[in-house]
């Protein structure tokens, strides 16, 4: 009786220290849609590098509809033209018609169902990025497309307009940005380059400006901003625009 | 190069606090300058030897922004400007607080009300939370400077005793 009762505890503390163990490689998992946090009433999970998320809450923010069918666990999920098939524990989709496969299977924990943010998020046509800082994970799923790094770094490139209030760069005139872009590029040429900006200004004097922003938090000044300015679709001016 | 990390803008909201609450430092009265936002311990992580690091806080204002802005201390009305980039619409108030003269930055204001020369008590309204400039939602943007230089900018917390 003894040993079965240590053999018990012994279960119990292997299974708590697991339990735990998952939850702190997954806790900090933060979700940025556009511009705000997602909150999930189930945490998202990492599993293999992929992001399981719960279809409610991944519904609410990407405004896709859900149907449910209990008997074969399938799940449709509607938005617009766009259709996904799939089904709990089956990698096999059906996207728009065609046969694909998911990088994970879908599951349910605690009630919830889980599925796999990437690649559904990327079949609604928004842009999904990821990056590890200060020790928490970030995920972000944007409508428009996400600087990189090295597309905001102040090298030489680039020199000081001003620091009142705050320091900010201009593009020198035969230089060009980390992808390439110069003065006198098409704006067509810069979108096809750095995608969806964030935001199309219009600015006085007929000037377009597109503004493209680097990984950010919501309600802050966190994130680079690279702003290209056009006359007549033509690029006359790059700057950029640090955190602050 | 600067370096970018998330704990530049990280608040660690704290809050039993009421939201509101007058406080007062060595110098009189003292203002959230949110107060329909939950008072905190925000971090200011501006590192002056690196001059890296968030050099205000970053009061966030929800979805829609539209809270009140107002002062913070007693002071002066020194510049309003309207960027649309960089602080957006920004007003900026010098105080003497400990006979220190300070430059009470605030920035990203979907609007201010102000103009140079305004005397301002704590709690008159300096203008609306919102989102101008470079920002990613509805934020006031909160800085002070010990002289009006950029590199010289010191804890806000420090000044907002009580919070």
């Known amino acids: 009786m003894k040993i079965k009762s240590t053999l018990i505890g ?196 007929d000037l377009i400006r597109l503004c493209y922003i680097s990984k950010y938090m919501p309600n802050t000044g966190s994130g680079s901003a690279l702003y290209f300015e056009f006359k007549d679709e033509t690029l006359i001016r790059v700057e950029l625009d640090p955190p602050n | 190069m600067r370096a970018r990390h998330p704990e530049w803008y990280q608040s660690d909201t704290d809050a039993s606090k009421v939201k509101g609450n007058k406080s007062s430092s060595s110098s009189g009265p003292v203002v959230w300058p949110v107060p329909d936002v939950i008072a905190g311990k925000y971090s200011f992580t501006y590192n002056p030897d690196t001059k890296t690091g968030h050099r205000g806080i970053d009061i966030p204002g929800g979805i829609n922004g539209g809270q009140q802005v107002v002062s913070a201390f007693n002071g002066v009305v020194v510049r309003t400007e309207k960027l649309t980039n960089s602080y957006g619409n920004f007003v900026v108030v010098k105080s003497v607080i400990d006979n220190k003269e300070i430059f009470v930055y605030y920035a990203h204001m979907a609007s201010f009300q102000v103009k140079v020369g305004d005397q301002l008590d704590p709690g008159s309204q300096i203008g609306i939370v919102g989102s101008t400039g470079k920002s990613t939602g509805p934020h006031l943007h909160f800085e002070i400077r010990l002289d009006n230089n950029y590199d010289k900018q010191i804890n806000p917390m420090n000044y907002l005793g009580g919070y």
Request: net charge negative; glycine share 4%; hydrophobic share 40%.
């Open chain 1, 10 to 205: 012994f279960i119990l503390v292997f299974i708590m220290l697991f339990n735990q163990s998952i939850s702190q490689a997954n806790n900090n998992i933060n979700i940025i849609v556009n511009y705000r946090y997602l909150i999930t009433d189930v945490n998202p999970i990492i599993e293999d590098n992929y992001c399981l998320i719960p279809l409610r809450a991944l519904s609410e923010a990407l405004g896709f509809k859900v149907e449910w069918n209990n008997n074969d666990q399938k799940i449709t999920i509607y938005k617009e033209s766009d259709i996904i098939e799939f089904q709990i524990g089956n990698l096999f989709v059906i996207n728009n018609g065609k046969s694909d496969f998911l990088p994970i299977a879908p599951k349910i924990i605690n009630n919830r169902t889980m599925v796999p943010l990437r690649y559904i998020s990327e079949s609604l046509n928004m842009k999904v990025n990821y990056a590890e800082m200060s020790e928490e994970q970030y995920i972000w799923i944007t409508d428009f497309d996400i600087l990189d790094d090295i597309d905001v770094e102040i090298n030489d490139n680039f020199f000081m307009l001003t620091n009142d209030p705050a320091p900010y760069y201009r593009l020198r005139d035969n230089k060009s940005t980390a992808r390439g872009i110069k003065l006198g590029d098409k704006l067509s040429t810069v979108k096809d380059k750095y995608g969806t900006p964030m935001r199309v200004d219009e600015m006085d004097n």
